[in-house]
C-alpha cells in the first residue's frame, strides 16, 4: 500500500515526464541531422568530388569497357553506361553514407562529441540523427547524379525517365539509411583519422565489386555467385537496376549478326536468307535487368537497415 501511495505522488509530482524525454529525443535527432546537413553543404570539395568521381567511372570506364562487352549488343541497342548507371548510382550511395559518418571522428577530436554526450540528449537519439542526416546527404548526392539520366545517350529526356528516377529516390534513402549504420557502427568505436580510411577501403571495395556494380550477376563461378548473395548492397544495385532498365531492351537478335556482317550488305539480304543466317547465327545471351524479384531485394534492403541500426545505436551508446 505504501509503495502504491509513493508510486502514484511521483506521477503526480512528474505528470509529463515522458512528453520531455520525447521532446529531448526528437530535439537530439532534428540537431544532428540539420548539423549534418549544414556541413555537407558547406563542404564544397566534397560536393564537387563525390559528383565527379562517379561520372568518371560512368562515361571513362563505362566507354573504355564497351567493347569488351558483346553481350550488350554492340551498342546497337544499350550501351554499357546504360547497364552501368544504376550502379554506379550505388556506389555514390555507398560512398557518400559510409563516409559521413568520418564526422564523428571530428566530433571527438574537436570536444563536440563529448558535449554532445554528457547533455541531457539521448545518445541513441544523436547516433539516429547521425545516421539519417547521412543517409539525406547521400540521397542528395544521388539525386544531383541522376540528372544524367536525362542524357539522350543513357536514357532521354522523357516522362519515362522522371518516373524512374522518382521511384529511384526512396531505393536510395533505404539503401543509404544501412550503409551510413554501417559507418557509424564503425566509426564510433574507432580513436584514429588514419585507421578509418583503410578500415572503410576494406569493407567498401568488396561491396562494391560484389554488388554487380560493374558487371551482371549471371553466370558467375559458384563461390563468386555465393558471396555476391551474401552482399546487401547486392540487392540494392539490383533494385535499382531493375527500375532505371524496365522496358529498355537489352538485348537483339541482330546484334550477334552486326559483329560480322557490315550494315550495309545486311540490309541487302532477302527475308528469308537473313532469318536463316539469324536460326545459325550464335544465340546472344538474355541479359537480366533484375536478377532477384523485388520483393526480395526490398526484404534484404529493410532488415540490413534494421540490424545495422540497431548495431550502431548499440556501439555509439558505449563510447566513454
Given at each position: ?169 526512396p531505393v536510395a534513402f533505404l539503401l543509404a539509411l544501412g550503409l551510413t549504420s554501417l559507418g557509424v557502427a ?43 548473395k551474401a552482399n546487401p548492397l547486392s540487392y540494392g544495385v539490383d533494385l535499382l537496376r531493375g527500375i532505371a ?76
Amino acid at each position: 500500500m505504501v509503495e502504491e501511495r509513493v508510486h502514484i505522488s511521483e506521477k503526480e509530482r512528474f505528470p509529463d515526464r515522458g512528453q520531455k524525454m520525447r521532446r529531448r529525443y526528437t530535439t537530439g535527432i532534428m540537431v544532428i541531422w540539420l548539423r549534418e546537413l549544414k556541413r555537407f553543404w558547406r563542404d564544397t570539395p566534397r560536393r564537387i568530388g563525390a559528383f565527379f568521381q562517379p561520372i568518371i567511372y560512368l562515361f571513362l570506364l563505362g566507354t573504355g569497357l564497351q567493347s569488351a562487352f558483346k553481350v550488350f549488343g554492340s551498342g546497337t541497342t544499350v550501351k554499357y553506361v546504360t547497364f552501368m548507371f544504376p550502379g554506379i548510382l550505388g556506389m555514390t550511395v555507398l560512398f557518400t553514407s559510409m563516409f559521413s559518418a568520418i564526422s564523428i571522428l571530428w566530433d571527438r577530436e574537436f570536444g563536440f562529441l563529448k558535449e554532445v554526450l554528457v547533455s541531457p540528449v539521448p545518445r541513441s537519439s544523436v547516433a539516429i540523427g547521425k545516421i539519417f542526416g547521412g543517409a539525406t546527404t547521400a540521397v542528395m548526392q544521388a539525386a544531383v547524379f541522376m540528372i544524367l539520366m536525362f542524357i539522350p545517350s543513357i536514357y532521354g529526356f522523357s516522362l519515362s525517365t522522371l518516373t524512374k528516377a522518382i521511384l529511384l529516390l526512396p531505393v536510395a534513402f533505404l539503401l543509404a539509411l544501412g550503409l551510413t549504420s554501417l559507418g557509424v557502427a564503425i566509426a564510433a568505436r574507432m580513436e584514429s583519422f588514419e585507421g578509418f580510411p583503410i578500415v572503410m577501403n576494406f569493407i567498401l571495395l568488396p561491396l562494391f565489386f560484389l554488388s554487380g556494380a560493374m558487371f551482371p550477376l549471371q553466370g558467375l563461378p559458384e563461390w563468386l555467385e555465393i558471396l555476391t548473395k551474401a552482399n546487401p548492397l547486392s540487392y540494392g544495385v539490383d533494385l535499382l537496376r531493375g527500375i532505371a532498365l524496365k522496358g529498355v531492351n537489352l538485348s537483339s537478335a541482330q546484334a550477334s549478326l552486326a559483329g560480322k556482317i557490315p550494315g550495309e550488305v545486311l540490309s541487302k539480304i532477302p527475308p528469308d536468307v537473313l532469318q536463316k543466317i539469324k536460326a545459325s547465327a550464335p544465340q546472344v545471351p538474355k541479359l537480366q535487368s533484375q536478377i532477384y524479384p523485388a520483393w526480395l531485394d526490398v526484404v534484404v534492403m529493410v532488415g540490413f537497415v534494421v540490424v545495422m541500426m540497431a548495431i550502431a545505436v548499440r556501439q555509439f551508446s558505449k563510447q566513454d
